[in-house]
């Protein structure tokens, strides 16, 4: 790859470079001054992007699956009950981590592409004695966007514990995790939070570390124990070391620089942003006659596209598409694999980003022999970012 292609994939994605920057930054000592004020800053930040000033925020080195397996790890005993609703590859991996912590997995299942029928979820908290629920906030599988706030919610008020999967989705789609009562969200640092890939993310509500205090059997693991990471969040959000396993120093430098450009932003601004591009891109398939994995526009994600191979082209072509500038990515959920593909658009995407990938796009389709109407995406894009009025 180009350092001037560009990476449009559902993670790693495009980062700033004052992010990138931060990464070669000289290596302090992780119990200097200096790094406790860039991680205690960090830890305050991730509560404002999770907006959640009462949750406990972790930062922990491992990837996206490693911030699920916390969750699991310590909010399950062997034997308790979980409810999955389940949009695809990443909600599979989470009964995978729930079974495997001893956990009896009941599953909300939907066809891909679709959300699992809400009157059944509900009916399924109303008299499922689960511990807890777990939700894929996007699925990149499927690019299905689930209706988080109705979800956990509903959960709250039946009293089950919510974990949402964030990973492709914190800090691209609307989430207020306070106020609509999320007891984990968690995420990885290399998507929509715009640091390379390594860090796990969680943001825990009290209700979910007063389950975990009142646990009958250890947790089994002891990287995940919130035992041992609990007071180390504390310390440095509070001014001072402590030390159970080294941080990531540099990750972390990168992770305090992208939330504080996050944050000037504005979270309410960045959501809107990444559904401006999302609209943009909509317009652009419809021009070239792509159909989408998600069913409808209200299921469907806002930091990438899941869209089906339009006929007489196969995965090679995403290889095409590389060869005009833009790296796709090629299908990943189990049953579709080979009949689709997914462009990412998170973190720093901005409608040059989105004209370049659908130019690309277009491209790429004339050289696979696809009739269309030239540079009507370009246009139906450009039509969408345009300033309205
Ligand atoms: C990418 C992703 C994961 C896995 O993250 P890794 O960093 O690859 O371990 C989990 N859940 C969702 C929804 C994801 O998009």
Redesign the pocket.
């Known amino acids: 790859m180009s350092e001037r292609d560009l990476l449009m994939i ?2 790693p994605v495009e980062f700033d470079p004052e992010v990138m920057r931060a990464l070669g930054a000289k290596t302090a000592s992780h119990v200097s001054p200096e790094f406790i004020a860039v991680f205690g800053r960090a830890l305050q930040r991730l509560r404002e992007v999770c907006l959640a000033p009462s949750a406990q925020p972790f930062v922990v080195a491992g ?4 911030a ?1 397996e916390m969750a699991v790890a310590n909010l399950v005993e062997p034997g308790e009950r979980a409810l999955v609703v389940n949009t695809g590859y ?1 909600s599979d ?1 989470m009964a995978t981590l729930l079974e495997r912590y001893g956990a009896e997995v009941v599953q909300a299942r939907a066809t891909p592409g679709e959300v699992p029928d809400l009157t059944e979820v509900e009916r399924l908290l109303a008299g499922g004695r689960f511990k807890l629920m777990t939700v ?5 599988s499927t690019g299905v966007l689930t209706p988080a706030e109705t979800l956990v919610r509903a959960a709250h008020r039946h009293g089950v514990l919510s974990v949402v ?1 964030g ?3 914190t800090a691209g789609e609307t989430f207020h995790q306070d106020a609509w009562g999320a007891d984990v969200y968690l995420t ?1 640092s ?2 929509a939070l715009g640091v390379p ?1 390594g860090l796990a993310l969680l943001s825990v509500s009290r209700r979910a570390l007063d389950s975990w205090r009142a646990r009958r059997t250890p947790v089994r693991s002891l990287y995940a124990d919130f035992a041992e990471w609990l007071p180390i969040m504390e310390a440095y959000e509070a001014g001072r070391a402590a030390y159970f396993a080294t941080p990531p120093v540099n990750l972390v430098y990168a992770l305090d620089v992208s939330l504080g450009q996050l944050l000037r932003e504005g979270m309410e601004a960045r959501f809107a942003r990444h559904r401006l591009m999302a609209r943009a891109f909509r317009a652009a398939w419809r021009a070239l006659g792509l159909r989408t994995l998600p069913v409808s526009e209200s299921v469907a994600a806002h930091t990438l596209s899941a869209l089906y191979f339009p006929e007489g082209v196969d995965a090679a072509w995403v290889g095409k598409v590389r060869e005009q500038g833009v790296v796709l990515a090629g299908g990943l959920h189990p049953q579709l694999k080979a009949r689709y593909f997914r462009v990412g658009h998170m973190n720093v995407v901005s409608p040059g980003d989105v004209l370049a990938t659908v130019g690309a796009i277009e491209r790429a389709l004339a050289v696979a022999g696809h009739r269309f109407a030239p540079d009507s995406a370009v246009a139906a894009a450009q039509a969408a970012l345009l300033p309205p009025g």
């Open positions: 559902p993670g990837s996206g699956t490693w699920m990443f991996r894929t906030h996007v699925d990149t999967d990973v492709c989705a990885a290399q998507k890939p």
